[in-house]
């Protein structure tokens, strides 16, 4: 009972009431059409950079100079002209808006294109690109371009303490008690663009179900955890997404 649907099915429908809560996960599939690099995919980042360089708490104390050039990079590609939010994005700031049960995002995407799309109630599980951490008082500032080798917090005046406000592996994901509350509460959890590699997101869907929720997933495929999934609809997400929500 639980078999992805093949590409080209009609898009899943649920017995919803407007009234049950709605969580949507999202990963980086969804941002690939505006132009951003998934991490897993042929072309992405993971074949380019390693993660224990440039994601691991360990590869910044080795070499923050690295990690800091690989986030400032990151930074300036997404402030690019080219790189808006796209269809997906926009559909999913529509259904927010439309909702009665409510929706809460949570993305594991840095990015902070559902923001730009007019997403309001979302939850930046892996941090945000756009922001910098100071590791001397804890203060987080918006930072709209490159950190330097030895720069002082804007907060605290501590030199070099600034790091990228993301989440590596190791580290604990943010707002996780209020994500685990609205996934014991939604009526339907739907995962858009991720792979179902990293933990704790992938298993969000197991949460969801064993709390009784209905389960969905879109992607350009089938993933990983895609027998997780109750229901499944395939193909670029700029097309599956707006058709779902619409
Ligand atoms: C399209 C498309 C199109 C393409 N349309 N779709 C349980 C078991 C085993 C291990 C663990 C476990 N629990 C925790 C772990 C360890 C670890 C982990 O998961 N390891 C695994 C690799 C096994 N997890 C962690 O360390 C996490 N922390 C944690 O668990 O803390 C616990 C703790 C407790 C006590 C003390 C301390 C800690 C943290 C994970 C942090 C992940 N960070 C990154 C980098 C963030 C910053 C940055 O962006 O640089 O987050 S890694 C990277 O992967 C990034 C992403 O958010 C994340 C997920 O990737 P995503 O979004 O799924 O991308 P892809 O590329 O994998 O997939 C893209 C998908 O889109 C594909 O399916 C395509 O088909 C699809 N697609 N084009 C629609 N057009």
Redesign the pocket.
């Known amino acids: 009972d639980v078999r992805p649907q093949s590409a080209g099915a009609p898009m899943p429908t649920f017995d919803l009431s407007p009234r049950q809560p709605i969580v949507i996960l999202t ?4 941002s ?2 505006s132009g951003l690099h ?4 042929a072309d ?1 980042i993971w074949a380019r950079v390693r993660i224990e360089d440039v ?1 691991t708490p360990e590869g910044f104390e080795r070499d923050p100079e690295r990690v800091q050039g690989f986030y400032n990079a990151r930074r300036r590609g997404l402030l690019e002209p080219e790189v808006q939010p796209n269809a997906a994005h926009h559909a999913l700031a529509r259904l927010e808006a439309a909702w009665p049960g409510g929706v809460l995002l949570v993305t ?3 990015d902070d294109l559902h923001e730009r799309a007019g997403s309001r109630n979302l939850i930046h599980m ?2 945000e690109l756009m922001k910098v951490r100071c590791t001397a008082c804890g203060s987080v500032t918006r930072r709209d371009h490159d950190v330097v080798t030895g720069e002082p917090c804007p907060a605290c005046g501590s030199a070099g303490s600034l790091r990228p406000h ?8 943010l707002e996780m008690e209020r994500i685990q509350a609205a996934l014991e509460g939604c009526g339907l959890f739907v995962s858009i ?9 992938a298993g969000f869907v197991a949460e969801a179900r064993a709390a009784g929720a209905m389960t969905l997933e879109l ?3 089938p ?1 990983h955890g895609a027998r997780l999934f109750a229901e499944g609809a395939y193909g ?2 700029t097309s599956v997404v707006p058709a779902w929500v619409e």
């Open positions: 990963g980086a599939g969804i690939r059409e998934t991490f897993r995919d992405g994601a594991q995407n840095i892996h941090g993301v989440v590596w592996f190791g580290e604990m994901p663009g991720t792979s179902g590699n990293v933990y704790p997101a992607n350009l495929e993933s670029p997400a």
